[in-house]
Structure formats: structure tokens, C-alpha cells
């Protein structure tokens, strides 16, 4: 079992940058795949991006692709997620998702383990 607190959130102004973390606590992170989901008010929980268990293969939302960056230390037992030229709607709370799957998809059912969340805010 994992247990997982995501970190970092905050208010930026739209065309910042922030960078989120997850830090994992239990055993074998190495062995888990791991995703960011997003969630605004109202809104389901949608997929962002998601890392493979060594961190070779990652796979963006169109929304995000070529502005965020999913990466991961496993040494650390973090995953991050590195968010630039953010927008308006990039405001919810960011998820962090883990599975013991060595094949995930971008669907929210398929990841076990979920931290609480973290704000994220772009004003205008």
C-alpha cells in the first residue's frame, strides 16, 4: 500500500509556472505507476499526465501537452509535475494517482492509491 500527499499548489498569475509534487510513503514507488488528474468545481476528474514505473515513458492530455511535464525520482519517492504557460482554466485541484499496474491508461478508475489534492489557481 502507498499513501500519497501531493504539495506546491497555489495562486499564479495566467503564463506562470508552478510545480507540484507528490511525495509516496510505503513500499515499492519504483513499482507503481503514477498519474496527475485534475478537477474543476462541477467538472469530472480528468487525466493530465501519467508516468511509467521507471520514468521512460510519459503520456500528456492534449489540453496540457507541451506545457506541463510529468517526471519522477524514485530515489526521493516523489513524482512531480512541472506546469509552464499556464491558463485559465488549468485552475482545479491536481490529483496525484498511483497503481501497482505496470499498464495504466488515463482513466481515474484504473489508479488504486490518491493523495488529497492541491489547490491550483490562475487569475487573470
Known amino acids: 500500500q502507498v499513501q500519497l500527499v501531493e504539495s506546491g499548489g497555489g495562486l499564479v498569475q495566467a503564463g506562470g509556472s508552478l510545480r507540484l509534487s507528490c511525495a509516496a510513503s510505503g513500499r515499492s514507488f519504483s513499482r507503481y505507476a503514477m498519474a496527475w488528474f485534475r478537477q474543476a468545481p462541477g467538472k469530472d476528474r480528468d487525466f493530465v499526465a501519467r508516468?511509467?514505473?521507471?520514468?521512460?515513458?510519459?503520456y500528456y492530455a492534449d489540453s496540457v501537452k507541451g506545457r506541463f511535464t510529468i517526471s519522477r525520482d524514485n530515489a526521493k519517492n516523489t513524482v512531480y509535475l512541472q506546469m509552464n504557460s499556464l491558463k485559465l482554466e488549468d485552475t482545479a485541484v491536481y490529483y496525484c494517482?498511483?497503481?501497482?499496474?505496470?499498464?495504466?491508461?488515463?482513466?481515474?478508475?484504473?489508479?488504486?492509491?490518491w493523495g488529497q489534492g492541491t489547490q491550483v489557481t490562475v487569475s487573470s
Open positions: 494517482g498511483g497503481s501497482p499496474s505496470y499498464y495504466t491508461g488515463p482513466y481515474s478508475y484504473e489508479y488504486d492509491y
Open positions: 508516468i511509467s514505473w521507471t520514468g521512460g515513458r510519459t
